[in-house]
């Protein structure tokens, strides 16, 4: 697979106005592609929720949802977590101001180095 000599940003893409194509630095070739991308269960089509709450707290239990989870959708949903509104909305504004208001030279600071095993999440598969 080849890619640009400089990566190209998701922000700059969808600040452009312009009609979205994704670079393929941020396309999985179909070999790491899950076995079956479309398999969704039939009556629930939304990220699947992982409830904290004392009465599931099981490690068992939470790491094989959380396993199937990040397995079958890459993202889960958590509820009952007990982290109080207001921080969840302090942490909402910081990340806000961080991706709007900072500028291009700034963010990048504090970016991932592309080589390194945190960037394997910026990918995803064309279905």
Request: hydrophobic residues 35%; proline residues 11%.
């Amino acid at each position: 697979m080849e890619v640009a000599s400089r990566p190209i940003r998701v922000q700059s893409i969808a600040q452009s106005g312009a009609a979205p194509q994704v670079p393929p630095e941020y396309i999985q070739p179909p070999e790491t592609w899950p076995n079956n991308p479309t398999a969704r269960p039939a009556n629930n089509n939304s990220i699947p929720p992982i409830d904290l709450s004392s009465a599931v707290r099981d490690a068992v239990f939470l790491s094989t949802e959380i396993g199937a989870a990040c397995r079958e959708w890459g993202a889960f949903h958590v509820t009952n977590h007990d982290v109080p509104p207001k921080l969840l909305d302090e942490i909402k504004h910081m990340g806000r101001t961080f991706f709007e208001a900072c500028p291009m030279d700034e963010k990048l600071r504090y970016s991932c180095d592309t080589s390194g095993a945190a960037t394997e999440g910026k990918t995803i598969s064309k279905i």
